[in-house]
């Protein structure tokens, strides 16, 4: 038998019991993650930016709230009676001890059953090399003709055609028009792939439709439109709902663009650039015209001037120059020879003058020749009554010698008649 305790057990105030159960739902690894389905009622939205709904179903409620920072990132607007899925974390609102749900994420019932399902065959068609990066094609750089699939009425054939006029008004369009929502947009987005594939001349397929939810955008994830994408012979660009929104034709196109205004963008180039690039390439080519001329015309002035010096009027004033110039070094030559030669006698000149017996005779000396011409150059040479010719500077003397000079006759010579 239990004894009573001596001290009763301390009480917690609402405050601390709220905190408690706060803390335990908190810890709580179910209710800190977890997924909840129900119908949105009582939804109040005041000026704080925060939304306050009651999530129900046909037997419970369940208060939710939805901070204002997640309220603008929500992909859908909450309207009471909308069967809604909330993520988020169970928590204790401890001033009114009450246990609600702390939502950061929404999305209509059946997308997570639709996002399970994307996710099985993204899979499997990846598995199948449908979406490899190898398989795709680069796109024309200058469309003529461009396909379109997307709903005639739609905005997003506005905003492509608006696009298309604005940037690239040369390009021609062919639009086959299809629903893109819808159990008949099916079979109807293959037959526009089809078609455009079978029409002439056409260089690129856009494929677009504007924003929605999963199961707006559920059409272009289907197997058989993934598969007419993957198939078509034409480069496909895909722009289907916002830029947040990826679907399986998107991995299986060629190009992904976030909106249908951005596949019109891809598609074609801008007008603007084009003037500009096609200025910039008519200003190099005008620059590399002139340098190719320059460059000509430097080359066929060198052949001609090698032209003329292998001509004979080349060569003739050429061997004339030559001539000239030869002639020019001969005078010099043969004045220099002249000179040297008048040089040479005029020393030769001074040397016969020093040499010449007769230079003597200013000196006072005289030449004495006999009867027959030849010089007396002692008096063994001559003998009485011989005649002798005596030179002088300024005339001859004629002499006959009176003694014998052998005997020792000192009477001397005659120096006139006899």
């Not at 803390?23 to 005041?46: C, H, M, T, Y």
């Not at 559920?218 to 993957?230: I, K, P, Q, Y």
């Not at 034409?234 to 249908?260: C, K, M, N, W």
């Not at 801008?270 to 320059?294: F, H, I, K, M, P």
């Amino acid at each position: 038998m239990l004894q009573p305790s001596l001290f009763p057990p301390q009480s917690l105030s609402v405050s601390e019991i709220n905190r408690y159960l706060r803390e335990l739902f908190e810890s709580d690894e179910i209710l800190s993650d977890v997924w909840v389905q129900g119908e949105v009622s009582n939804l109040a939205r005041p000026a704080s930016g925060h939304v306050y709904l009651t999530l129900k179903d046909s037997l419970s409620a369940l208060k939710c709230v939805i901070w204002k920072q997640t309220t603008m990132r929500l992909p859908i607007t909450l309207q009471n009676g909308m069967a809604v899925e909330l993520h988020g974390s169970v928590g204790v609102y401890e001033r009114d001890g009450q246990y609600q749900l702390y939502v950061d994420a929404v999305r209509l019932t059946g997308e997570g059953a639709l996002y399970q399902e994307f996710l099985r065959l993204k899979a499997r068609l990846q598995a199948e090399g449908l979406f490899d990066e190898e398989r795709k094609r680069p796109l024309p750089e200058l469309p003529k003709k461009i396909g379109i699939v997307t709903s005639s009425t739609g905005a997003a054939l506005q905003d492509i055609l608006n696009t298309l006029r604005r940037r690239y008004p040369l390009a021609e369009v062919v639009l086959a028009p299809c629903a893109v929502q819808g159990a008949e947009a099916i079979p109807q987005i293959i037959a526009s792939i089809t078609a455009l594939n079978a029409e002439p001349g056409i260089d690129v397929l856009l494929l677009a439709r504007g924003g929605g939810s999963l199961e707006d955008l559920w059409a272009f994830n289907d197997e058989n439109v993934v598969r007419a994408v993957a198939g078509s012979r034409v480069p496909v660009i895909t722009g289907i709902g916002h830029e947040t929104d990826f679907t399986l034709s998107d991995f299986a196109s060629d190009t992904r663009a976030p909106t249908p205004t951005g596949a019109a963008e891809i598609a074609v180039p801008n007008v603007t650039d084009l003037r500009d690039q096609v200025s910039g390439l008519a200003t190099r080519l005008e620059y590399t015209l002139q340098r190719v001329v320059g460059l000509e015309r430097g080359n066929l002035l060198d052949l001609r001037s090698r032209l003329e010096k292998l001509s004979p009027a080349w060569q003739l004033r050429s061997d004339r120059q030559r001539m000239d110039e030869l002639a020019g070094r001969l005078d010099s030559v043969i004045a220099h020879s002249q000179q040297f030669k008048h040089a040479e006698l005029l020393n030769l000149g001074k040397r016969l003058i020093s040499l010449n017996p007769y230079a003597v005779l200013q000196r006072g000396y005289a030449i004495v020749t006999d009867a027959q011409g030849g010089v007396v150059r002692s008096v063994n040479q001559v003998r009485r009554e011989d005649v002798l010719d005596i030179r002088v500077s300024d005339g001859d003397i004629l002499s006959r010698v009176l003694s014998d000079p052998c005997d020792g006759d000192s009477g001397g010579t005659n120096n006139g008649k006899d």
